[in-house]
Nanobody, 116 residues
């Protein structure tokens, strides 16, 4: 199995920055893709950013140019650097990992609140 543990998040003012971390353990050698999702109150789960073997990181249009996902060496921690945060970025953020051996793994979620 693959296990994911998130850290980071919190409260930040508009225009501020935060960094989320996602540490993978277990069968990390079986991971071929990882990504970040978010869910705002009353909204559906939304894909934010992703990395995969041999593929450059890619982003949702809503965060492109503001968020950066680290190169996913899948044996280490993946980061999501979030700059110029906006109130509409407020959500619970989840990391996910796809493995060629096990079902998709999810982190526990990190609350990000952007408010003045």
């Amino acid at each position: 199995q693959v296990q994911l543990v998130e850290s980071g998040g919190g409260l930040v003012q508009p225009g501020g920055s935060l960094r989320l971390s996602c540490a993978a353990s277990g069968s990390v050698s079986s991971i071929y893709a990882m990504g970040w999702y978010r869910q705002a109150p009353g909204q559906q789960l939304e894909w934010v950013a992703g990395v995969a073997n041999g593929v450059s990181p890619h982003y949702a249009n809503s965060v492109k140019g503001r968020f950066t996902v680290s190169d996913a060496n899948f044996s280490k921690t993946m980061y999501l650097q979030m700059n110029n945060l906006k109130p509409e970025d407020t959500a619970v953020y989840y990391c996910a990992a796809d493995s060629n051996l096990y079902p998709r793994a999810w982190g526990q979620g990190s609350q990000v609140t952007v408010s003045s």
